[in-house]
Every structure is written in C-alpha cells, then in structure tokens.
C-alpha cells in the first residue's frame, strides 16, 4: 500500500519559516519524481517545487529563492523548506510522487494546512 504522509503544516507570521516534510511508504522511493502542490481556497491547485530522482530541481516563480526542496533517499523523504513566508503562501500543501519509469503512475498525500497570518 503505497502511503505520502505530509507533516510540519502550522500557522505561522509572515517573514518566518516553515519545513514540511512528506514521507513515503509502499515505493521505491528513489526512482520517483517527488513534488509539492498547493490549493488555496477556491483556487487551482498548482505546482510549487519539483525534484527529479536525480535531485534536479524546479521551483514556481512565486516562491524562487525563498523556497527550497530536497529529499532523503535513505528516509525516503522530501522535504520543503519555506522561508520568508507571505500571506499568499497560504494553502494546503500536497505532496506527489511521480514514478520515472512508468508513464502516469503517480500518488497524492493527503495534504497539510499552511497558514501565514499576523
């Protein structure tokens, strides 16, 4: 049974920091695209940073340079480290894993809760 567990999702003030982390269960973990999306309210989710099996990375405009994501093999993790965080970060933050070697398989996390609020 194939598991993505996000955690570290708080209310925090803007300008702070926050790391989520997700942990994956039931794949072989280091052949998987990991990502993290998020959903604000009424809003599309959307692509937030992406890393390849071979940790290339990809990050959204909004969050260049105050974002960074990476990940653990061994723990079979990834992480996301958000800093100088703005009200606009504000959403649900999903974690995905995209198998690299076959087309479409892919699964979700069940998401955890950012907001950023004074």
């Known amino acids: 049974q194939v598991q993505l567990v996000e955690s570290g999702g708080d209310l925090v003030q803007p300008g702070r920091s926050l790391t989520l982390s997700c942990a994956a269960s039931?794949?072989?973990?280091?052949?998987?695209?990991m990502g993290w999306y998020r959903q604000a309210p009424g809003e599309q989710r959307e692509l937030v940073a992406r890393i390849t099996s071979n940790s290339g990375t990809t990050y959204a405009d909004s969050v260049k340079g105050r974002f960074t994501i990476s990940r653990d093999n061994a723990k079979k993790t990834v992480y996301l480290q958000m800093n100088s965080l703005k009200a606009e970060d504000t959403a649900v933050y999903y974690c995905?894993?995209?198998?690299?070697?076959?087309?479409?398989?892919?699964?979700w996390g069940q998401g955890t809760q950012v907001t950023v609020s004074s």
């Open positions: 995905k894993a995209e198998n690299s070697l076959v087309p479409h398989q892919m699964y």
């Open positions: 039931g794949i072989i973990f280091s052949i998987h695209r």
